[in-house]
């Protein structure tokens, strides 16, 4: 810990098949992160489902984003290639952070389950309460209670283990914040990578199709965005604590 953040290096695998938002992934995780281009490798697991250790071998951290399309609750070509790489991350203690689907395949690895409930979608900024865990959690030292934070999902991790930590939920969600107990390995259900500016256009590049109620709904959901300063620093936070 204490490296340079000039000098880190993190692997991102994608889990995207809308070039687009793959881009602006891409782009939200170097700004949430405060990397340069060539500090931040990538790995698009729909167009290449052969994933392989050496990807991250040289990487400080190891990070997986959100997906538009696919969902945790299907097996996919990447699956289990995906799963055996996480699992060794986790085994060496090496740093790891999901976001949205990255979120929910920590979890399952840790061995909770996922379920899509469209009832209780969450698309949009959410206040986030943190727990007595999360309180005391050193990547969330200072942030307070609660905070605003980016939301765009349908499905839900359920269930907990001893190997996880929950470390803050929403009415609606019960894990919106989790850490591999002992590890250095968190999931954040909110999208820790987009700021209000991110998911006003991330939203908007799937024609609002999360939505309901035609351009009515969309001009609604716009009005309700908020900043989320706390949840953006996440990322820079987890990478000043832990490499």
């Known amino acids: 810990m204490g490296k340079p953040r000039e000098s880190i290096r993190v692997h991102l695998f994608q889990v995207r098949d809308?070039?687009?938002?793959?881009?602006?992934?891409?782009?939200?995780?170097?700004?949430?992160?405060?990397?340069?281009?060539?500090?931040?490798?990538?790995?698009?697991?729909?167009?290449?489902?052969?994933?392989?250790?050496?990807?991250?071998?040289?990487?400080d951290a190891v990070m997986i984003g959100g997906a538009g399309t696919h969902s945790t609750t299907e097996t996919y070509p990447f699956t289990e290639p995906l799963k055996a790489i996480l699992q060794r991350v986790l085994e060496e203690g090496r740093p790891f952070f999901g976001s949205c689907w990255g979120h929910q395949f920590l979890a399952q690895q840790l061995g909770a389950e996922v379920e899509t409930d469209g009832s209780r979608a969450e698309v949009g900024t959410y206040q986030v309460e943190l727990t007595e865990l999360g309180q005391a959690d050193p990547l969330l030292a200072g942030l307070g209670p609660s905070f605003p934070a980016q939301l765009g999902h349908h499905d839900h991790v359920t269930g907990t283990s001893a190997r996880m930590e929950i470390l803050a939920s929403t009415p609606l969600c019960g894990n919106q914040l989790l850490r591999a107990t002992g590890?250095?390995?968190?999931?954040?259900?909110?999208?820790?990578?987009?700021?209000?500016?991110?998911?006003?256009?991330?939203?908007a590049m799937y024609d609002y199709s999360y939505l309901e109620g035609g351009q009515a709904g969309a001009d609604a959901f716009l009005a309700t965005l908020t900043p989320s300063p706390e949840a953006d620093q996440l990322l820079d936070r987890f990478l000043t604590l832990y490499t």
């Open 183 to 203: 590890k250095p390995a968190y999931g954040s259900q909110f999208h820790s990578e987009l700021n209000q500016q991110d998911m006003s256009n991330r939203v």
């Open 18 to 59: 809308h070039g687009p938002a793959a881009a602006q992934e891409l782009e939200c995780f170097r700004r949430r992160c405060r990397l340069r281009t060539d500090q931040l490798s990538w790995h698009n697991v729909v167009d290449d489902p052969e994933v392989e250790w050496h990807l991250v071998e040289t990487a």
